[in-house]
């Protein structure tokens, strides 16, 4: 089994910046895609940002120039630095992970940007 950990929500004014971070453990075998997910209240969950294995990211319009995913592969961590947050990026964001044509989430975590 595959446990998913995130942090690093919080509140922040329009304009800031927050890190969220999440870390894998368990039974982790040929990682394919880390990456994050979002849903707004009343809203679907939808794609904010994903790095693929061999390298490539992969990046939602609404966050492109302010969002940058990372990975440590060592440590089976990504990242999701947010920079210039909107209002419109309230939301509560999900880490995602594939692997061996399963996929894993975490257990989210609130990210709540005030105008």
């Known amino acids: 089994q595959v446990q998913l950990v995130e942090s690093g929500g919080g509140l922040v004014q329009a304009g800031g910046s927050l890190r969220l971070s999440c870390a894998a453990s368990?039974?982790?075998?040929?990682?394919?895609?880390m990456g994050w997910y979002r849903q707004a209240t009343g809203k679907g969950r939808e794609l904010v940002a994903t790095s693929i294995n061999r390298g490539n990211t992969n990046y939602a319009d609404a966050v492109k120039g302010r969002f940058t995913i990372s990975r440590d592969k060592a440590k089976n961590t990504v990242y999701l630095q947010m920079n210039s947050l909107k209002p419109e990026d309230t939301a509560v964001y999900y880490c995602?992970?594939?692997?061996?044509?399963?996929?894993?989430w975490g257990q989210g975590t609130q990210v709540t940007v005030s105008s």
């Open positions: 995602l992970l594939t692997a061996l044509d399963k996929t894993y």
């Open positions: 368990g039974s982790i075998f040929s990682i394919n895609v």
